[in-house]
C-alpha cells in the first residue's frame, strides 16, 4: 500500500502539469501515423534532462500509456494502425467508422483502454515481484513455443477461410527473413540497400493497411465523383459506458490476456492485441459478426494493448532488464538521473518509482477523459469526401514510413507491400495474418536458433524443446489451437455445402 | 524535371561547399547511430552531444538519427554509401564491431570508409555468472570448460562484437571451447539469459553488469581490459587472472564522419569535439548512468583502428 502515500507528488502543480502535457501530447503522437510509441517516448528524453528524475519519468510513463491508446485514433478512422499494438483495432473499429459509427468505436477503444490499463498497473503495484518470477521463466524454448502458438491463430483470423488466412501467413513468414539474420548475420533476399535491415514492421502495417485503402478510394471515386457522404451518428458516452459493461467477456478476456502476454520479455506488446482478437472471437457467442464492425472486436483489442503497459514494465523495475524497445528507452530515462531500477530504484528511490507508477495510474484516467473529447471531434473525419480522404490518407502514410527511421527505403517497401496487398485482398486475402507472420517470423526463428544452440551443448534439441511444464502446457495450447481450427473449418464447410444444396 | 532537379541539387552542394570552409557550422548537424533509440550506444550519444549548441562548443545542435538493424551493419552501409560528406552528417561508430563485421565481410565499409573525429566512451566486456552460479572466478569457469569441451554456455549480444571478441580471446588463451549463445535484442537479451539460468554465464558490457551486480541478481568474475575499472575497483582483470586477453574487446564508442570529408571540416571537428566531451555536464550524467568514459583525440582514435584492425584479423582469421 506504500503507493497511495506517494500519490499526493503526481498532484504537485509542476507533476500534474507534465502529466497533462505527457497524456495529450502523447495523444497526439500516437495518433500520428509512424510514430510508435517507443519512438514517441524516444523523442520526449531530451526534454527530461532538465527535470528531476520524478518529474521527467511521470512525462515518459504518461506519453507512453497514452500513444498506446492513441494508435486507436488512426487504427479507427484511417485504418493506419499506429503501431504493431492496434492491429486488431482496425479490424472491426475501422468497419464501424465506415458505417458511421466512428465516435462510438473511438468511445469504446478509449474506455476499454482505460480499463485495460489501470488493471495493468495495478498488476504492476501489487504483484510485481511474482511477476518477475513469470517473466523469467520464459526462455528459448517456450518463446519458441509461443510464437508458434501465434502462428496457429493465423488461420483463423480475419480471413474468409483457414487456407488463405495460412497461405498469407506464410507470406508475412517469409517477408520476414527478408534483410540481415540478426543472429547469424547471414544475408538473405537482400536485393537492394534499403532492405539491409528488414522489412521495418511499422513502414509494413502502414502499406499492408492504408495503401489498399487509398486505392480502393480511388477507384471508387472515379464512378460516383466520391461525394459519397457518411452519416456520423452522435453517440452518447452514457450508452458506451452501458456497452462496454455489457461486453464483459470481450473486456476480461481482453484485459486478461493482454496482462499476461505483455508480461513476457520480447513478444508481449506486438502481439497482445491480436491474440485478444482472437480468442474473444473464439469464445463469441456472435463470432460471424467479427470483422463486420463488431464492438467486441474493438474492445478486446484494445483492453489488450493497454493492459500490456504495466506488466512490460516488471523486468525492466525489478530485474533492471528493458523486456520492450520501449522499457528501453524508459531505462534511459532513469539512467540520465543516475537511478539504476532494480532494487535501488524501491529501496532507495521510492518516490521516483511510485510517483512514476501513480502517474501512469492517473495518466490511464486522464487519457479515457482526454480520448472522449476527441472521439466526438474525429469522427467526423468520416465526412471528409473519400477522394479528399484517399490523399489525405496517402500524404500521411508518406509521411509516416518516412518518420520511422529517415529513409526513402521505408517509403518504398510500403509502397511495394500496399500494391501487393491490394491485389492479394482482391483474392480474398487480408493483411492481419500477414503482419502476423511478419511479426512471429523472427521471434520463433531467433528463438529455436538460440534454444538449439544452448540445447545442442547442454541436453540435446528433442529434451530441451519438449520437456518441461511449460513447454508441454505450451504444446498442448498449441495442438488444442490447431484442432479448434481444423474443427470450425471443417464445421463451416458442412454447412456451406448444405446451403448450396438447398438452393 | 528530373534534370531540373540534379541542377538544383548541383548548386546546392556547390554553395555549401563554397560557405563551408570559413563558418561551419552554419546550420544543425546530425548524427547517425546505428542502434535502436534507448540503446546503450544511443543514450549516450545523445548524452554526449548535449552541449554541443554551446558557444564554446560547435555552436549547433546536433540531432540523433537512429538507423538500427542487422547489428548496426544497416546504419553503417548507409554511412558508407549514402552520407554526404559535408560535415554536417556525423556518424557514431563502435569498435570492434565495424572493424570485425568488415573482416566477415558482406558489408560495404571498412576502416577506410571512415574518418575518426574522436572517442567519448571504453566500455569494457565481463564475464558475468548468475548471483547463485558455483563459480566464484575465471579460475573456476575454466575449469569447468576443460572439464567439459563445449559444453559451458556462455551468451552474449551477437556474433562479432565486442563479447563474442572476449569470447573468443578467453578461449584462445585458455586452450578451451566455450559454447558461445549469440542472442537477438543486445545486451539486455543476453544478460536475461544469465540471470534466469537459460546459460552458464555470460559476456556483457561492464555498464550494465554493474547495475545487475548492484541489483543483486549476478556476480561479475573477471574484466577484459588492461586494468581494473573505478565502476569495479574489486573485480580483477582477466591478465591478472592468468588470462590473456587484452582490450580488444573493449566497446569503444565514437563519432566518425565518411571519407570525403573537407579536410577543414575535419580539423574543425576533432579540435572542437573532444573539449565538447571533457564538458563537466556531460560527465556529470555519463556517471550517473554507469557509463565509463574515455576521452581519445582523432589521432589516437586512427592508432586505435589500426591496432584493433590487426588483432581482429588474426583472431577472426581461424573462423
Given amino acids: 500500500m506504500e503507493f497511495i502515500y506517494y500519490f499526493g507528488d503526481v498532484f504537485t502543480p509542476m507533476s500534474f502539469l507534465l502529466l497533462l502535457g505527457g497524456t495529450i501530447g502523447g495523444l497526439i503522437l500516437g495518433a500520428t501515423p509512424g510514430l510508435s510509441p517507443t519512438m514517441a517516448v524516444a523523442l520526449l528524453i531530451p526534454f527530461t534532462f532538465q527535470l528531476e528524475a520524478a518529474q521527467g519519468l511521470i512525462l515518459l510513463g504518461a506519453a507512453y500509456t497514452s500513444t498506446v491508446a492513441g494508435g486507436a485514433v488512426s487504427a479507427i478512422l484511417l485504418k493506419i494502425p499506429g503501431a504493431p499494438a492496434n492491429i486488431a483495432t482496425t479490424l472491426d473499429g475501422h468497419t464501424m467508422a465506415q458505417k458511421g459509427e466512428g465516435a462510438r468505436a473511438l468511445q469504446l477503444s478509449f474506455l476499454a483502454s482505460a480499463v485495460g490499463g489501470i488493471f495493468g498497473v495495478l498488476l504492476l503495484i501489487f504483484l510485481t515481484p511474482v511477476l518477475a518470477q513469470w517473466a523469467l521463466a520464459f526462455g528459448p524454448s517456450h518463446l519458441f513455443w509461443l510464437a508458434i502458438l501465434g502462428v496457429t491463430v493465423i488461420g483463423t483470423l480475419d480471413s474468409a477461410s483457414v487456407v488463405k488466412g495460412l497461405l498469407s501467413g506464410c507470406i508475412g513468414l517469409w517477408l520476414a527473413t527478408i534483410g540481415f539474420d540478426d543472429i547469424m548475420g547471414a544475408q538473405r533476399f537482400i536485393f537492394h540497400p534499403a532492405l539491409g535491415g528488414g522489412i521495418n514492421i511499422i513502414a509494413a502495417l502502414i502499406g499492408l493497411f492504408a495503401i489498399p485503402q487509398v486505392l480502393t478510394m480511388f477507384a471508387k471515386g472515379r464512378h460516383n465523383s466520391g461525394a459519397e457522404v457518411i452519416e456520423v451518428q452522435r453517440h452518447s458516452i452514457l450508452a458506451a459506458f452501458r456497452e462496454l459493461f455489457s461486453r464483459t467477456r470481450a473486456l476480461s478476456i481482453g484485459t486478461l490476456t493482454g496482462s499476461i502476454i505483455g508480461l513476457i520479455p520480447g513478444v508481449g506488446g506486438q502481439i497482445a492485441g491480436l491474440v485478444a482478437y482472437d480468442q474473444t472471437k473464439k469464445f463469441s457467442s456472435e463470432k460471424d459478426k467479427f470483422g463486420t464492425g463488431h464492438s467486441e472486436g474493438v474492445i478486446a483489442a484494445e483492453s489488450a494493448n493497454n493492459a500490456m503497459v504495466g506488466p512490460s514494465l516488471v523486468p525492466l523495475l525489478t530485474l533492471s532488464i528493458p523486456g520492450s524497445p520501449t522499457a528501453a528507452v524508459l531505462l534511459g530515462g532513469l539512467l540520465i538521473h543516475g537511478i539504476f531500477p532494480g532494487s535501488d530504484l524501491f529501496d532507495n528511490h521510492p518516490d521516483v518509482a511510485w510517483t512514476f507508477i501513480n502517474s501512469m495510474l492517473i495518466g490511464q484516467v486522464l487519457m479515457c477523459i482526454f480520448g472522449l473529447y476527441v472521439a466526438g471531434l474525429a469522427a467526423r473525419v468520416a465526412q471528409v469526401p473519400q477522394s479528399v480522404m484517399a490523399a489525405i490518407v496517402l500524404a500521411l502514410s508518406v509521411f509516416g514510413a518516412y518518420s520511422v527511421q529517415g529513409s526513402m527505403g521505408d517509403v518504398y517497401v510500403m509502397a511495394c507491400l500496399g500494391i501487393g496487398m491490394f491485389f492479394l485482398e482482391r483474392l480474398g486475402f487480408s493483411a492481419a495474418p500477414l503482419v502476423l507472420g511478419l511479426i512471429l517470423g523472427p521471434i520463433a526463428e531467433a528463438n529455436f536458433i538460440q534454444g538449439g544452440m544452448i540445447a545442442d551443448a547442454t541436453v540435446g534439441k528433442a529434451s530441451y524443446f519438449m520437456t518441461g511444464g511449460l513447454n508441454l502446457f505450451l504444446i498442448a495450447v498449441v495442438l488444442a489451437s490447431i484442432a479448434y481450427s481444423v474443427w470450425m473449418e471443417l464445421r463451416s464447410r458442412c454447412y456451406t455445402t448444405k446451403e448450396e444444396a438447398q438452393a | ?319
Avoid: C
Avoid at chain 2, 561547399?17 to 540503446?39: F, K, L, N, T, W
Avoid at chain 2, 566477415?104 to 566500455?123: M, R
Avoid at chain 2, 547463485?132 to 554456455?153: C, I, Q, W
Fill in chain 2, 1 to 319: 524535371m528530373k534534370r531540373l532537379i540534379a541542377g538544383a541539387a548541383m548548386a546546392l552542394t556547390g554553395l555549401t561547399g563554397a560557405a563551408m570552409a570559413e563558418d561551419y557550422p552554419e546550420r544543425p548537424i546530425m548524427m547517425m547511430v546505428s542502434y535502436g533509440a534507448g540503446g546503450a550506444t544511443d543514450f549516450q550519444a545523445r548524452i554526449v552531444t548535449m552541449t554541443s549548441g554551446n558557444e564554446d562548443a560547435l555552436g549547433m545542435p546536433i540531432a540523433i538519427i537512429n538507423k538500427p538493424g542487422a547489428g548496426g551493419r544497416v546504419g553503417w552501409n548507409w554511412f558508407a554509401t549514402q552520407a554526404d560528406p559535408d560535415g554536417y552528417t556525423l556518424g557514431a561508430y563502435n569498435v570492434p564491431h565495424f572493424i570485425a563485421q568488415s573482416i566477415k565481410g558482406g558489408v560495404e565499409y571498412s576502416t577506410d570508409s571512415f574518418e575518426p573525429i574522436a572517442n567519448w566512451g571504453a566500455d569494457p566486456a565481463v564475464f558475468v555468472v548468475g548471483a547463485d552460479s558455483e563459480f566464484n572466478s575465471m579460475d573456476d569457469v575454466v575449469a569447468y570448460a576443460k572439464e567439459n569441451p563445449g559444453k559451458l554456455t556462455v551468451s552474449g549480444a551477437g556474433l562479432f562484437v565486442g563479447h563474442h571478441i572476449a569470447a573468443l580471446q578467453i578461449d584462445k588463451a585458455a586452450g578451451t571451447k566455450m559454447a558461445y549463445i549469440p542472442t537477438k535484442g543486445g545486451g539486455a537479451a543476453a544478460m536475461k539469459a544469465v540471470i534466469a539460468g537459460e546459460v552458464m554465464g555470460g559476456i556483457n558490457n561492464l555498464s550494465d553488469a554493474f547495475r545487475a551486480q548492484e541489483a543483486g541478481n549476478v556476480k561479475i568474475l573477471g574484466v577484459a581490459d588492461l586494468e581494473r575499472n573505478t565502476f569495479l575497483p574489486d573485480v580483477p582483470t582477466m591478465m591478472e587472472q592468468g588470462l590473456d586477453v587484452d582490450n580488444s574487446s573493449v566497446n569503444f564508442r565514437g563519432v566518425m564522419v565518411p571519407k570525403g570529408t573537407p579536410p577543414e571540416v575535419i580539423e574543425k571537428l576533432a579540435a572542437t569535439v573532444p573539449e565538447m566531451f571533457a564538458n563537466s555536464r556531460v560527465s556529470k550524467k555519463m556517471e550517473a548512468g554507469g557509463s565509463p568514459m574515455h576521452i581519445m583525440t582523432r589521432d589516437e582514435v586512427i592508432e586505435m583502428w589500426a591496432q584493433r584492425q590487426q588483432t581482429l584479423n588474426e583472431l577472426l582469421a581461424g573462423l
